[in-house]
């Protein structure tokens, strides 16, 4: 076997160059910035609808309904953005059924 190989597969494996926690590999939107999504959205966040923060995608109670991994690394802003989702998504967060098509979407 060749271990110096090996080792460079390993190493591809463990980088998270945006540091959110989903390697690069698997992280469909490089470039997240965890510190710029803790304002959003601009206006609140209503019932049923999420926003990123470090933890993850959370509710309006704070609880974490989704992962960083389970949306393919990517924030609300570049959810938005590349999902092309209106601007009522920005100021009131992301809506559940918006997060959940693109979640599916991405396999
Ligand atoms: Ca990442
Ligand atoms: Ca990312």
Redesign the pocket.
């Known amino acids: 076997m060749d271990l110096g190989f090996r080792a460079v597969i390993v190493d591809s494996l463990v980088t998270?160059?945006?540091?959110?926690?989903?390697?690069?590999d698997a992280?469909v939107c490089?470039g997240?910035d965890l510190a710029a999504e803790s304002d959003a959205p601009s206006k609140s966040l209503k019932p049923n609808h999420l926003w990123s923060t470090a933890d993850g995608f959370v509710d309006r109670t704070g609880s974490v309904v989704y992962s960083?991994e389970d949306t393919g690394?990517c924030s609300a802003t570049q959810i938005i953005a590349a999902a092309a989702l209106g601007g009522g998504h920005a100021k009131f967060g992301i809506s559940s059924a918006a997060m959940a098509a693109w979640i599916s979407g991405l396999d």
């Not at 998270?16 to 690069?24: E, K």
């Open positions: 998270d160059g945006d540091g959110d926690g989903v390697t690069d992280d490089p997240t960083f690394g």
